[in-house]
């Protein structure tokens, strides 16, 4: 009976060591199965990326198409351009707010020519500098503290109204 009871602990042991190494080999076949997850969920991310990479290729070819050729003067202002013409046109504003009776002549030839330099910076040329610039000499030729006459300052507010209208119609 010992030896019966000898092979039955053998056999115990033998099957307890079999249950751990199914225990493993489900363990490892779960894993292996992760892996093959991942690679494939890798190869499905790269598939992605490289559609995403042509597709970003296209964009940049089309902006750059869009960026290079020239604008039709018909072709709808950009929004760019609005808020250009918004910011040139806040500056006239401003300006029209130091436009007012009593206003001393040299005072607001200084604002006028800040005013056409600011425009000058952004990029604005033609007739409405060149006006800017003969109200400022006329301007100058009044008193260090002479007021503007009524006459002078109904014309320049005039000319401000035109050049809002020039500077607007950049648009």
Known sequence: MTEDTYIRAKLTEINGAIERLTDMLNRMIEV???????????????????????????????VKNISSAPMDSSSPATIADKGAVSGLSSVLDTLETQIRDGVIASDLAQKINEAESMLEERGVTGAVLVKMNRWTRILRTYGRVDTISPQDLGKLRTDLKEWSRDISSRK
């Open 32 to 62: 292996m199965s992760k892996i093959q997850e991942v690679q494939d969920s890798n190869s499905d991310i790269a598939i992605v990326v490289a559609a995403n990479s042509e597709k970003l290729d296209e964009l940049k070819q089309i």
